[in-house]
């Protein structure tokens, strides 16, 4: 029996599980992946909006302003990286210079500061790149890039470390309330109860509140197309490069990293799978065709990877986070796309300020608000390199080539509040295998590293859990 279960440790349940872990109640997470941040959180624009193109008034605008305002703490809270880089959204068409306008008035009704339209002349002397075709340009200082593996993973470690369980490999599949109103979750591994429920389940946002109320949710699987492009190119922008939105969304983007690459995307394409992450040459030709509209002769030569991330739409656009009326103590955080990553921390603190007042909770006296990442070596001085290795020898090991990344920093990451137990999972953790080789040259080493530590036979380990295995079985004997 739990006071409160979360369904998905994605960005927002772990957001939601971290502001629950400051009370005094008993907080379990159920994921039904091998470990978080495996949906719509590890495949997104990895940007934090300034809130200039939300609708006034509404929730995705008020939880953008606040999530963003609440980032610069967080990030040091958390030892996550973090940077105010600004963003731009670019006119390329005489005739809809007004919609900057349009946009700059949003964004300050919706609390945005710093918002200036840019001239062509000003928006080409900040970005000497963008497209011959520019008019003009919204400039939004407060915008900034993120890492969405490592918000997600730092709060979930915060989490924990606080008290809060998480349930991996547990997909919940049917829920129902008994006479007393305590919530009864049958999983594929056993059942699980608790007196308040809140579901955060991405994409199964709506399977999820359909097992409890009448009023039937749909969630649109809206898949997007990126481009990750070589840190050789990672400077050919500076800021947040956007195209006009449209009713599909912000468009296509081309923007720097926290880790200096370029990404470029998404897409916007509807449809009715919702795993169905799989590239397509139709995508990433849209793609690039798109976002070399607004930014010239991008170094699309450079791209060292592709992939695919699905948000959850609402037809409505908006967040839906509310209790469900005809399903008293159940709580729906559904339809959690752009902006979401930015409104994390602010949907957190509503959740769990709805929580508090609801269950009356108490807050804890001994919250650990901080939480150590792991160290990197990466920008480390010869002298400070030396003293590391000097402490620890697996420092001293390269284990990705690309990246750098060393053997200390992946034992760090394996033994760690939920540490890793796939390749996937390092390689969120660390970034081993994020490089130009696409893990070709460390996955061998890794999971040696892997069997070693965690008693896993090569058979058993993954890639991202489930049936991703490397090994299928072994073709000689032991030496």
Not at 5 to 17: F, H, Q, T
Not at 306 to 323: D, K, P, Q
Not at 393 to 418: K, M, N, Q
Request: net charge negative.
């Amino acid at each position: 029996m739990y006071d409160v279960i979360v369904i998905g440790a994605g960005v927002s349940g772990c957001a939601i599980a971290r502001e629950l872990s400051r009370y005094e109640a008993s907080v379990c997470v159920l994921e039904k992946c091998e470990d978080v941040c495996e949906g719509t959180s590890k495949a997104n624009s990895a940007i934090v909006h300034a809130g200039f193109d939300a609708d006034e008034g509404s929730l995705m605008a008020k939880l953008n302003v606040r999530g963003n305002e609440m980032m610069d703490q967080l990030s040091k809270d958390l030892d996550i990286p973090f940077k105010r880089n600004g963003s731009m959204v670019v006119c390329i068409h005489k005739e809809a210079l007004p919609g900057l306008q349009d946009l700059y008035d949003r964004g300050v009704k919706n609390g945005v500061k710093g918002l200036k339209i840019l001239s062509r002349e000003e928006a080409l002397e900040m970005e000497p790149n963008l497209s011959d075709n520019v008019e003009g340009a919204l400039y939004a200082p407060t915008g900034g890039i993120i890492c969405p593996f490592e918000l997600t993973i730092a709060m979930a470690e915060n989490a924990n470390v606080n008290g809060v369980e998480f349930r991996f490999n547990t997909r919940v599949e049917d829920i129902k309330k008994d006479a007393d109103g305590i919530w009864h979750l049958r999983t594929n591994n056993g059942e699980y109860t608790a007196k308040y429920v809140v579901n955060a389940a991405g994409v199964y946002a709506d399977k999820i509140h359909n097992m409890v109320s009448e009023d039937k949710m749909h969630i649109i699987e809206r898949r997007g197309d990126y481009c990750l492009l070589d840190k050789q190119v990672g400077g050919y922008v500076s800021h947040t490069i956007f195209p006009q939105p449209t009713k599909f969304g912000k468009g296509v983007l081309v923007t720097p990293t926290v880790h200096g690459n370029l990404l470029v995307g998404p897409t916007a394409i509807d449809i009715e799978n919702k795993e169905g992450t799989a590239t397509t040459a139709q995508g990433i030709d849209e793609l690039t065709a798109k976002a070399s509209e607004n930014v010239k002769n991008l170094p699309m030569r450079n791209v060292i990877t592709s992939f695919a991330g699905l948000r959850a739409h609402l037809e409505r656009h908006e967040f839906v986070i509310e209790e469900v009326k005809d399903a008293p103590h159940f709580i729906d955080v559904a339809g959690i796309e752009s902006p979401g990553l930015s409104a994390s921390p602010a949907i957190g603190e509503m959740v769990g300020g709805m929580l508090k007042d609801m269950m009356k909770l108490t807050e804890k006296k001994d919250f650990i608000a901080t939480r150590k990442g792991i160290t990197r070596t990466e920008g480390l001085s010869i002298e400070e390199m030396n003293a590391l290795i000097k402490e620890n020898p697996a420092y001293g090991t390269i284990v990705c080539r690309c990246e750098s990344i060393t053997e200390g920093e992946i034992l760090d990451a394996i033994h760690r509040p939920l540490g890793a137990r796939s390749l996937d999972g390092v390689k969120r953790r660390t970034r081993a295998g994020m490089g130009r080789c696409q893990a070709g040259f460390c996955s061998p080493r890794t999971m040696e590293i892997l069997n070693r530590e965690l008693g896993l036979s090569y058979e058993e380990i993954t890639k991202s859990g489930g049936n991703s295995r490397i090994v299928i079985e072994r073709t000689k004997g032991e030496v």
